[in-house]
């Protein structure tokens, strides 16, 4: 791994930013690729998301950015060109700058979530499924799930404005597959939980474990603690799960490939001058 002064820099933003894994993590993948760049953490509050992407476009070295909680959505609007995905669920996770300093973004979380609960042996498909979360990371997720062939997904999330708002795009998607619920994980086939609930000490569980059959699947996006509370009961009794570990190593892959500028989506007006 190199740091010198042709050092390129991802800088992964978020608020808060001391539990995330990027920076290690996705430096190493480039270091493996032969390319002298560093993923820096940086702690942006959302009062000061507008001044700090004005000074992303004009940093020379800055090529791309990771976006972790809770900038996901509001990121989505200073995107110059964005993914079909991404913009159905209303979020982007990733960004390459390009040659012309345009931000073109993408959202791979729902794909890294669910490749990483399929390399522990589940599928999706005909399967019931509750997510806790309908942010920016939990949208994606809710779009893979149904993307895979879930028979049914709830979604829970506490600010109803943007529960309803995904749960209405996915149901004209995924007709009668998808509706808003409680976070009762009864009879569920998997049980994810895509919010920070479970990082801070004290947290309730996102979902009862309780309630939750052994046959239950149970994954979390959170990555410290390593293993979550509700991971942990939820082992107790029996049922598999993931980590945020697995979600992350499913998906690290990808994001390096994106902030290189490999697979980026095709610019709407572009293809529209084409």
Do not use: W
Request: with cysteine.
């Amino acid at each position: 791994m190199q740091l010198d002064g042709e050092t390129i820099l991802f800088p992964v933003i978020g608020d808060p930013i001391a539990q995330v894994r990027s920076p290690r993590f996705l430096s190493e993948i480039l270091a493996t690729r032969g390319v002298n760049a560093l993923v820096p953490p940086l702690h942006i509050h959302a009062d000061h998301m507008t001044a700090a992407m004005e000074s992303f476009r004009h940093m020379q070295n800055v090529r791309g950015l990771v976006i972790t909680i809770p900038h996901k959505m509001a990121s989505l609007a200073f995107c110059d060109v964005v993914s079909d995905r991404a913009r159905f669920v209303g979020s982007v996770n990733v960004i390459h700058k390009d040659s012309e300093g345009r931000f073109i973004g993408d959202n791979v979380d729902g794909i890294g979530y669910l490749d990483g609960i399929k390399a522990l042996g589940f599928e999706p498909a005909g399967k019931t499924a509750l997510l806790i979360g309908a942010g920016g990371a939990g949208s994606a997720v809710a779009f893979e799930i149904l993307d895979r062939g879930a028979a049914h997904l709830t979604i829970s999330d506490l600010d109803e404005t943007r529960l309803s708002r995904i749960v209405s795009a996915l149901d004209e998607k995924f007709p009668e597959r998808v509706a808003a619920g409680s976070n009762d994980p009864t009879g569920m086939d998997l049980v994810a939980n895509v919010t920070p609930c479970g990082m801070r000490e004290g947290d309730p569980f996102p979902s009862d474990p309780a309630l939750m059959s052994p046959e239950t699947f149970v994954a979390d996006a959170i990555t410290r603690p390593e293993v979550s509370p509700m991971v942990a009961a939820a082992r107790a009794k029996g049922c598999n799960t993931m980590t945020g570990a697995g979600m992350f190593n499913a998906e690290a892959e990808r994001l390096v490939d994106f902030l290189l500028g490999e697979g980026l989506p095709s610019d709407p007006a572009e293809q529209a001058a084409a």
